[in-house]
C-alpha cells in the first residue's frame, strides 16, 4: 500500500535538503570556533577568598596565563555566600548563556544546595572536567589535650555535646564526613555540635585559635598549618595513608569511613557549544603542562580528570548519593536559608510586577470619562504640570515603563532599575508627591532586595 510522502522522490529531496543545511552550517560553526573568544574570560569562585575553590582557580589562571594557553586575560572574582548557592544561581540565571565564564565548584555545593533546599541543582550547570581529588583530614588545635584520634572520639563518646565541630558549608563534605564519623562512633547524628564556614580561610583561623574542638578540611589546606606546628592533624578520610605515611586513616584508628572531596570546573548552561569545545580543549592543555602537575604536587591533590559527559554522569550519582547520606544522617533539610521557589523566581516576580501594575492602570483608566485627560502628579489642573497625558497614552506609558524596568535589571542591576521603576509607576498613576514617592520606592527595593538575597538566597540581578 502506498501512503502520502513514502516515495523515494520525497525521501531523496528530504535528505538531499538536510544534506545542504549540514553543509551550510558547518562552516558557520567552524568558524566560530575559529573567532573564540572574543573578549576577556572569567573564572567564577562561590565562595569567600582563602579556601580551596579560591585557591584552584586563581592556580588555573595563573598556569594559563603563564604558559599562554589563551588569546585572551581570564580573571577571577569572588561571589561567595550560601554553601555556593549564590554563586550558582549567578551562574544559572544571570549568566545563564555567558560563554565567557566558568564556575569552580565541588563536592561541596552538593551537599549544601541539597541542605539548604536551594531551587538549583549543581547538574543544572555545564559539567566540563573533574580536575582534582583531596583527601579529607581531621585536625585539632595544636594546644588540644587530644594527642590520637582515638583520644577525640574516647571525649566524643563519653560527652558529645562538649565536642565542637567545624568545617565548611553545612551539608558540605566536611559536614557529612563529621556526621559519617559520628556515626562510626555509634552516635546518634542529632549529636553533633557543627559550626560550619563559608571559606577555608574562616574556617582555619577557627582552628588555629581554639574555637573549635576539632575540625575537617583537604589536607593540601591544612598540611603547611600543621607542619608550622599551628594544628594537629590526627587522621585522614582517604582510603590509604597519605603524604608522609606517618598520618593513619580512619579505619585504622577503628572508624569505618572513607571519603573524598573533589574540585571541578562548570560553564552556564546555556554556554554554546562552540565556546564549550574551546575551554574542554583549553582545560585539557593546561592539566597537560608540567607546571599544573608541579602545582597538583605541591598543594597535595590528586589528578581526578574526568571531562565532559563522564563528569556530568559523575554529578548526577553525587547528587544522588549525597542525598541519600544526608537523609540517613539527619542533615538534608535542616539547614534553612533556601526556599524551593524555583529558579524563576526573580522573572516571575518581575511578570507578576508589571503585570499588576498594567492593571491598575486599567482599572484607573476606565473610572474616568472618555476622552477625559490626566495630568501628571503634583499638577492641580490641565495647566500645570506640563499639560495632561490622554488616557490611551497614559496605558501605553506604563508598558513602557515596564519594559525600560526589564531591560534596566539586565543593564544596571536591581538597586538602580527598581527603585526607578516604582517612582515612575507611582508618578504615572499619581500616588502623591516625589517627597514621599521618592522614599517609598527605595524602601519597597529595599524590602524586595533583603526577602530575595538573605532570605530566600536568590541572587538578583
Known amino acids: 500500500m502506498h501512503y502520502k510522502g513514502s ?135 595544636a594546644s588540644s589535650p587530644f594527642k590520637t584520634m582515638q583520644d577525640l572520639i574516647t571525649a566524643y563518646r563519653a560527652d558529645p555535646g562538649s565536642i565542637s565541630w567545624s568545617g565548611g558549608s553545612a551539608g558540605g563534605v566536611d559536614h557529612i564526613l563529621v556526621g559519617l564519623i559520628t556515626e562510626a562512633a555509634g552516635l546518634s547524628p542529632d549529636k553533633v555540635s557543627y559550626v560550619a564556614y563559608s571559606g577555608g580561610g574562616e574556617a582555619s583561623a577557627a582552628i588555629m585559635g581554639g574555637q573549635v574542638s576539632a575540625a575537617v578540611s583537604g589536607y593540601g589546606e591544612w598540611a603547611p598549618l600543621a607542619a608550622g606546628g599551628h594544628i594537629r592533624l590526627l587522621a585522614t578520610a582517604s582510603p590509604e595513608r597519605i603524604g608522609d605515611k606517618t598520618l593513619p586513616t580512619l579505619g585504622e584508628t577503628g572508624l569505618d569511613v572513607v571519603l573524598q572531596n573533589w574540585r571541578g570546573v562548570f560553564a552556564a548552561p546555556g554556554a554554546p557549544d562552540h565556546a564549550v569545545r574551546w575551554w574542554s580543549n583549553l582545560l585539557d592543555r593546561m592539566r597537560r603542562q608540567p607546571d599544573w602537575q608541579a602545582f597538583l604536587r605541591n598543594n597535595r591533590w590528586e589528578d581526578g580528570w574526568l571531562p565532559g559527559a563522564e563528569f556530568a554522569q559523575f554529578i548526577k550519582a553525587e547528587e544522588k548519593t549525597t542525598a541519600a547520606i544526608l537523609g540517613r544522617l539527619g542533615i538534608g533539610g535542616t539547614a534553612g536559608g533556601n526556599s524551593p521557589v524555583g529558579p524563576w523566581a526573580v522573572p516571575k516576580a518581575v511578570a507578576v510586577l508589571g503585570a499588576a501594575s498594567l492593571v491598575g492602570i486599567a482599572i484607573e483608566t476606565r473610572r474616568m470619562k472618555p476622552g477625559e485627560a490626566v495630568a501628571p502628579a503634583g499638577a492641580e489642573d490641565d495647566d500645570e504640570g506640563g499639560g495632561p497625558l490622554p488616557l490611551w497614552g497614559r496605558f501605553v ?44 520606592a527605595i524602601a519597597i527595593s529595599l524590602g524586595v532586595w533583603l526577602l530575595f538575597t538573605r532570605v530566600l538566597n536568590i541572587a538578583l540581578p
Open 397 to 440: 506609558a506604563g508598558a513602557f515603563i515596564i519594559l525600560a524596568f526589564i531591560a534596566g535589571l539586565e543593564f544596571v542591576g536591581f538597586a538602580i532599575a527598581t527603585p526607578i521603576f516604582i517612582l515612575a509607576i507611582c508618578l504615572l498613576m499619581r500616588s502623591g508627591t516625589l517627597k514621599w514617592d521618592i522614599p517609598a
Open 7 to 141: 516515495s523515494p522522490t520525497g525521501l531523496t529531496r528530504r535528505a538531499a535538503v538536510a544534506g545542504g543545511l549540514t553543509l551550510a552550517v558547518a562552516p558557520l560553526a567552524a568558524a566560530a570556533d575559529e573567532t573564540f573568544p572574543q573578549r576577556p574570560l572569567s573564572l567564577l569562585v562561590p565562595a569567600n577568598p582563602g579556601g580551596g575553590w579560591d585557591q584552584l582557580a586563581r592556580l588555573m589562571q595563573q598556569v594559563i596565563v603563564a604558559d599562554r594557553l589563551s588569546p585572551r586575560p581570564i580573571d577571577v572574582f569572588n561571589k561567595g555566600g550560601a554553601g555556593g548557592a549564590i554563586g550558582l544561581a549567578d551562574l544559572i540565571t544571570r549568566r545563564h548563556d555567558d560563554p565567557y565564564t566558568l564556575m569552580v565548584a565541588g563536592s561541596v555545593m552538593i551537599g549544601s544546595t541539597i541542605s539548604q533546599n536551594s531551587p538549583f541543582k549543581v547538574s543544572e550547570a555545564k559539567p566540563l572536567a573533574r580536575l582534582i581529588l583531596e583527601d579529607l583530614v581531621v585536625a585539632v588545635p
